[in-house]
């Protein structure tokens, strides 16, 4: 039950917010959160943020991959449309553009995991997911190449 869960409400809260820095997605439902916090790791090799989780569940997973979510909302044609007209945070467009932004972004990261043979079913934020002994692939490009297509 759980998994289904996070596998439809994760993607779903993705949240794009300007900073000085530049875009950032991130998960930022405190139910889900809350939801989340308390899963086990599969292994004590394993480390889990799973308030920076984009996509699936971190307590049932069996392949992750990593994003630069910053990127990945600058890649979107609605970020880069509210740059060209100039859109600022309390400007009236600014939500359209932001809820647009999101929704690219998500629809581009779920494509890009089940795409993949075999599908990745765990995608977090540079960092956020840790595996000793092993390298977390970084899927920023390809999802930035979904975005281009």
Known sequence: MFG????????????????????????????????ISGCSQQDSKVRIEAER????????WTRAGVIDGSAVV???AAWKEMEKRGVRRGD???????????????AAIEKVAKGQRPPYDLIGELGSIVIKG????????????????
Do not use: C, W
């Open 4 to 35: 289904a869960f996070a596998l439809v409400l994760i993607p779903s809260l993705l949240a794009m917010e300007i900073e000085e820095g530049g875009p950032q997605l991130r998960p930022t439902d405190p139910r889900i959160r809350e939801a």
């Open 53 to 60: 989780i984009y996509y699936g569940s971190p307590s049932a």
């Open 74 to 76: 600058r890649a979107t």
């Open 92 to 106: 009236p467009a600014y939500d359209l553009y932001k809820h647009r932004a999101e929704k690219e972004a998500r």
């Open 134 to 149: 092993s390298v977390v692939p970084n899927l920023t490009e390809e999802i930035i190449q979904e975005l281009g297509s």
